[in-house]
Nanobody, 123 residues
Framework: QVEMRESGGGLVQAGDSLTLSCTAS????????LAWFRQAPGKERTFLIG????ETSTSVEGRFTISRDNAKNTVYLQMNSLKPEDTAVYYC????????????????????WGQGTQVTVSS
């Protein structure tokens, strides 16, 4: 069974740091690109940051970093200098394919999703 499960969310204060984890099972983890999306209340789910199988990654304002540990089937999202506008449900996802040289950015390009983890940043 293909599955991804996020953890590490919570309530933090503005300026704090937080690391989210996403552990996967049911597929060859190292073969696929991965990404983090987020969905704020009343808004669409949007791409935040991604990493390919060869560990090419995008960047987000210099505050967020994605990394992966293929031995642990886990992808991480390090978030620094958090702002209230970062409040959202954060989702990890697996790329539908294994051929990309740069991370895909559209929801439709990801086939497996976690259940999401809530991050709330207070001012």
């Amino acid at each position: 069974q293909v599955e991804m499960r996020e953890s590490g969310g919570g309530l933090v204060q503005a300026g704090d740091s937080l690391t989210l984890s996403c552990t996967a099972s049911g597929f060859i983890f190292g073969n696929f690109g991965l990404a983090w999306f987020r969905q704020a209340p009343g808004k669409e789910r949007t791409f935040l940051i991604g990493i390919t199988r060869s560990e090419t990654s995008t960047s987000v304002e210099g505050r967020f970093t994605i990394s992966r540990d293929n031995a642990k089937n886990t992808v991480y999202l390090q978030m620094n200098s958090l702002k209230p506008e970062d409040t959202a449900v954060y989702y990890c996802a697996r790329d539908i394919g294994d051929w990309r040289n740069t991370p895909a950015r559209r929801v439709a390009e990801y086939v497996t999703w976690g259940q999401g983890t809530q991050v709330t940043v207070s001012s």
